[in-house]
């Protein structure tokens, strides 16, 4: 378990600082965040092997990181919290996270629930950078995709895209859900037409991207 990257997103410096000292002094490694964009950013760059996330932060709230994270990944979460109300744990363990501990607590407390979900979750796989539904192929990390084995002329922002929605086949995702998966704070009409333009370069395949009116949209599972 030694050298694995903890992501410590954490508004309160000295509280950051303490909980970095005891990881590292137990041979992790560490990377700290002091408000939501960051953290989302730190986490798409450096992917770390699990996140300690408070959730009262500036800009974006811990919860909205968490959600944001979850749409794409099952990256492990352990929520540090000032609130002790019960909404707020059970919000966050529907929402994905793995644990939680409540301010003030224990460092040592900490790290040994950092160890414990690594052990819980060590082998589990993270969601394939390749994705193939129906005659569609989508290869996120080489942002190429085909279309019965034709290859496709895509933006990256439209690679990510149709990469959320085919990890999702069949199911409807709201304008919402899409931006949060972008990581964008654009309007949601943005995301109308960027599925206007992904559906004029899909070719044979444009018929599987469908409209829910009033709701989103959807990749249709082919038979």
């Known amino acids: ?14 509280i950051a600082d303490t909980l970095e000292r005891y990881l590292r ?10 408000d939501g964009e960051r953290a989302l950013e730190l986490w798409r760059r450096a992917r770390p092997d699990l996140i300690l996330l408070d959730l009262m932060l500036p800009k974006l ?5 968490l959600k944001r994270i979850r749409l794409e990944d099952r990256t492990p979460v352990l929520i540090l919290t000032a609130k002790a109300e019960e909404v707020d744990r059970l919000l966050g363990l529907e929402l994905g996270a793995d644990d939680y501990v409540v301010k003030p607590f224990s460092p040592r407390e900490v790290v040994a629930r950092v160890k414990a979900i690594l052990r819980r979750t060590q082998g589990l796989v993270r969601p ?11 290869d996120l990390e ?3 995709v085909r ?10 922002s439209q690679v990510r895209l149709l ?10 995702l709201t304008r919402e859900e899409l931006l949060a998966g972008l990581g ?5 009409r943005t995301v109308d037409a960027h599925i206007k333009n992904l559906r004029a370069r899909l070719g044979p395949c444009s018929l599987m991207l469908e409209t829910i009116r009033g709701f989103g949209y959807r990749l249709r599972e082919e038979p």
């Open 1 to 14: 378990m030694p050298g694995e990257l903890v992501l410590v997103v954490e508004d309160e410096p000295q």
């Open 25 to 34: 002094a137990n041979g992790f490694r560490t990377e700290r965040a002091g």
């Open 61 to 65: 709230d811990g919860l909205e990181v």
């Open 128 to 138: 394939p950078s390749h994705v193939q539904v129906g005659a569609l192929e989508i």
């Open 142 to 144: 080489a942002l190429r």
């Open 147 to 156: 279309c019965r084995g034709q290859d496709l002329t895509l933006t990256p």
């Open 163 to 172: 990469y959320l929605l085919a990890t999702r086949a069949g199911r409807a």
């Open 184 to 188: 964008t704070e654009a309007e949601e």
